[in-house]
């Protein structure tokens, strides 16, 4: 009786360290996006500025500023993972252009509020990269703990589901930006 008491305690206590291993994981996955929003709020932020200082030079150029805007917008009415990932991807294509569109107009190039604005953008890019790569990392660890044996046993009991990766969706997103000045 007492051993079956025993077996029986040290299976709860399993359970109990597993489970909670799996919020800490878990956890660390939410945080991990949340850093991601965090940065794609300050370039969303910056967008409007940036938009503003290049839309006095860049007359011909209003298809590339309305592309920008409206990445913007579906960020910001984007509830979910999956549309928020959706519409970064559109807004990251949407800047590129913009900024190679940007290489034909000197004087903007030149304009300090421009330059800072970029320079802004930028540092924001790399934490952006750098936030991705690190969810990327949690939710590697977090699928990977709920996936062994035996915690897939006690995951599965306790709801816990596979994350997404945060990715690239769209196949133009993942080339170079093509300007034609010739039209």
Do not use: C
């Not at 878990?26 to 991601?36: E, L």
């Not at 932020?45 to 938009?51: E, G, K, S, T, Y």
């Not at 699928?143 to 769209?170: C, H, S």
């Amino acid at each position: 009786m007492i051993i079956a008491l025993v077996v029986i305690g040290l299976i709860v206590l399993y359970i109990i360290v597993v489970y909670n291993r799996l919020i800490s994981k878990k956890n660390n996955v939410d945080r991990a996006w949340s850093d991601i929003d965090t940065q794609l709020q300050k370039r969303y932020d910056l967008v409007p500025n940036l938009v503003n200082t290049v839309k006095g030079y860049m007359k011909h150029e209003q298809e590339v500023l309305e592309k920008v805007t409206e990445a913007r917008t579906k960020w910001m009415n984007s509830s979910s993972l999956k549309d928020k990932e959706k519409t970064e991807n559109q807004m990251a294509g949407a800047l590129k252009s913009l900024f190679a569109v940007s290489e034909n107009y000197p004087d903007l190039k030149a304009n300090e509020n421009f330059k800072l604005l970029q320079e802004d953008l930028t540092a924001i890019e790399n934490k952006l990269a750098y936030a991705r790569q690190r969810y990327n990392r949690t939710v590697k660890a977090f699928n990977t703990a709920i996936q062994k044996f035996p915690a897939v046993i006690f995951a599965n009991m306790l709801n816990f589901e596979a994350q997404d990766y945060f990715e690239i969706e769209e196949e133009a997103a993942r080339r170079p930006v093509e300007v034609n000045f010739d039209e």
